[in-house]
């Protein structure tokens, strides 16, 4: 699947987490109920899998963050703000959840590496 900005905005944090996945070529399936946004990606040899949480947990996402050096900033806007997440290149994503902008991010970047 082609993913934009356009295509992420709507999704649920399941869906992006498992579009994460898929766009690095590690998904491996679901984890199930006691962890209903999370998905199991499988290592670089394809033997051991964890269960990670990209829009919920910043320990699954922030090395992908730092690998493809994306910038998460709080952008103040009126009375409320957003989070903002975005590479050098033109890939860009606002989001309430930072981890969630991180992560639609990454999809954008992963895509174009792919």
Request: hydrophobic letters at 40%; aromatic letters at 12%.
């Amino acid at each position: 699947m082609k993913y934009t900005k356009e295509s992420l905005v709507p999704m649920r944090d399941y869906e992006v987490n498992k579009a994460l996945a898929v766009v690095q070529g590690k998904y491996a399936g679901d984890v199930g109920d006691w962890m209903p946004n999370g998905v199991k990606v499988m290592d670089e040899l394809g033997v051991f899998y964890s269960e990670v949480d990209y829009c919920g947990s910043p320990c699954s996402v922030m090395p992908l963050v730092f690998d493809h050096k994306i910038s998460i900033e709080h952008v103040i806007a009126r009375d409320s703000g957003y989070w903002l997440a975005g590479s050098n290149t033109y890939y860009h994503f606002a989001d309430e959840n930072p981890l969630r902008a991180a992560a639609c991010c990454l999809i954008l970047v992963c895509r174009r590496l792919s």
